[in-house]
Each structure stands twice: as structure tokens, then as C-alpha cells.
Nanobody
Framework: QVQLVESGGGLVQPGGSLRLSCTAS????????LGWYRQAPGKQRKPVAS?????STDYSDTEKGRFIITRDNTTVYLQMGNLQPEDTAVYFC????????WGQGTQVTVSS
């Protein structure tokens, strides 16, 4: 069964940093785009960042300059800096191979 498994969420104070990781269970994802979405309470899921197999990156405007997405074959990372309470959300790993694949989500809470 193909899976995307996230890790690295947690509670962090405003201004702090976290690194999320997501590992895909199949090597087919080595040629697929990988990325992150997030969903805050009561809001729609929205894209955060993505990276192609060739390493090209794309960021949403609110994350640009604070978040960095990288990948190592079938693992994608999201380094998040200067986190603010509005970054609190469930973060989902994403990929696309014929259809979208989603991880189960990892909670990130930014609070003092």
C-alpha cells in the first residue's frame, strides 16, 4: 500500500522553528512532485510549498522567506522558521502520481 508518512509536528513558541518530514513508501515518488498543505481549524486546506523531482520549488506568499522545502529522493522536508500563531494547523504531505496522495497529517501548534 502506497503511503506518505509525516513526522515532526508539535508545540512551539512564537518565533520558533520546526522541521517536518514526510517519507513516501514507494520509489515511484522519486520522480513525482512532493509538497505540503496545511489546514487550520475551520478553514480550507491550502498549499504551503512544493518541490519537483528536479528540485524546483514553489511557495505560497505567506510562507516565502520563512519556510524552506527540500527533498532527498522520496523524503520531503519542510523547515519552518519564525513560526507565528497563525501557522497553527494540521500539515499534510502531498504528492501526485496519476492522482493525489495525502499523508495523515501532523499537528503544528504555535503558542506561548
Amino acid at each position: 500500500q502506497v503511503q506518505l508518512v509525516e513526522s515532526g509536528g508539535g508545540l512551539v513558541q512564537p518565533g520558533g522553528s520546526l522541521r517536518l518530514s514526510c517519507t513516501a513508501s514507494s520509489t515511484i515518488f522519486s520522480i513525482a512532485p512532493l509538497g505540503w498543505y496545511r489546514q487550520a481549524p475551520g478553514k480550507q486546506r491550502k498549499p504551503v510549498a512544493s518541490i519537483t523531482a528536479a528540485g524546483s520549488t514553489d511557495y505560497s506568499d505567506t510562507e516565502k522567506g520563512r519556510f524552506i522545502i527540500t527533498r532527498d529522493n522520496t523524503t520531503v522536508y519542510l523547515q519552518m522558521g519564525n513560526l507565528q500563531p497563525e501557522d497553527t494547523a494540521v500539515y499534510f504531505c502531498w504528492s501526485y502520481v496519476g492522482h493525489p496522495y495525502w499523508g495523515q497529517g501532523t499537528q503544528v501548534t504555535v503558542s506561548s
